[in-house]
């Protein structure tokens, strides 16, 4: 088939409202996903999200066995999850790694038990550990923006305390800052944005579909705000050119999504090589 028939054939998929709702589904998580992403690897909470995305499989059996609508359970559950979790990691003296291990590794388990026994969920169960883009309904789209907002919000009125915790802590108490309650706050986000993202990326995914646009940043930007900036801007950037080599060539979107955020990651680690080739080679 040639390049014009399977770009038309992408042009009149597209065209479809259950594709449109997917694009612009993952423009709105890739856009929380890089801007929370950028103070997650910073603050060293990578783990964090694996966690959390990790244990919504949890919330999602929860609210197959109460009869309620996935979702619904999903985001109170994973808000309630991410300050237990946090709770623990401020109480105990336990190492963050082994502590968190321990617990997505264990609520995962009695995921993947429970739905043994939930028929209706066998047949689907990939598409919660991979994500399913193409289920993004009108609802979800409304409340991702309304989240989209607050994140923005958020960061934006905070952004210079957020550095500071993010950068300095022990500075930051120092000046007086609330840590807990911005730590609070920045929790609460991030578990609704994993909640809202485990649809479109899937249990398994969610963690790098949050991580790996913020490190590709990372590695571009001079600047801390161009960082928070660029690493939401990659994420969507990613979005978008995911779905569209899903759609191109038939793949999973979760997938796709994600290794399309690997190719650009590497991308800005051979950056600056290929400028310094290209320095020695004007030279």
């Not at 709770?87 to 995921?111: K, M, V």
Request: glycine share 8%; hydrophobic share 55%; aromatic share 8%.
């Amino acid at each position: 088939m040639s390049l014009n028939a399977e770009l038309t054939r992408l042009v009149e998929l597209f065209q479809f409202p259950f594709m449109q709702r997917a694009l612009l589904g993952g423009v709105l998580t890739g856009l929380m996903g890089g801007m929370l992403g950028s103070f997650t690897i910073l603050r060293q909470l990578a783990f964090f999200s694996d966690a959390l995305g990790h244990s919504a499989l949890l919330g999602i059996t929860l609210g197959v066995l109460l009869g309620l609508e996935p979702t619904v359970v999903l985001l109170p559950f994973s808000v309630l999850f991410a300050l237990g979790v946090t709770y623990l990691l401020e109480q105990t003296s336990l190492w963050t790694d082994a502590l968190l291990n321990i617990i997505y590794s264990s609520s995962l388990a009695l995921a993947v038990i429970a739905l043994s026994f939930i028929d209706q969920y066998k047949g689907g169960l990939n598409n919660l550990l991979f994500g399913d883009i193409l289920a993004v309904r009108e609802a979800d789209l409304w409340f991702s923006t309304l989240l989209l907002i607050a994140c923005t919000i958020f960061i934006g009125l905070t952004l210079r305390t957020q550095m500071l915790l993010t950068l300095h802590e022990p500075l930051a108490k120092a000046r007086g800052v609330s840590v807990s309650a911005h730590r609070t706050g920045f929790v609460v986000l991030l578990s609704l944005v994993v909640g809202i993202s485990i649809k479109a990326i899937g249990v398994l995914l969610v963690s790098a579909f949050i991580v790996i646009p913020a490190c590709a940043a990372r590695l571009l930007s001079r600047t801390f705000t161009n960082y928070v900036v660029l690493s939401a801007a990659l994420g969507a950037l990613s979005a978008v050119i995911g779905m569209l080599v899903s759609a191109l060539f038939n793949l999973p979107s979760g997938p796709s999504i994600v290794v399309t955020q690997l190719a650009i990651f590497l991308g800005a680690v051979a950056l600056p090589r290929l400028k310094m080739l290209t320095r020695l080679s004007d030279t």
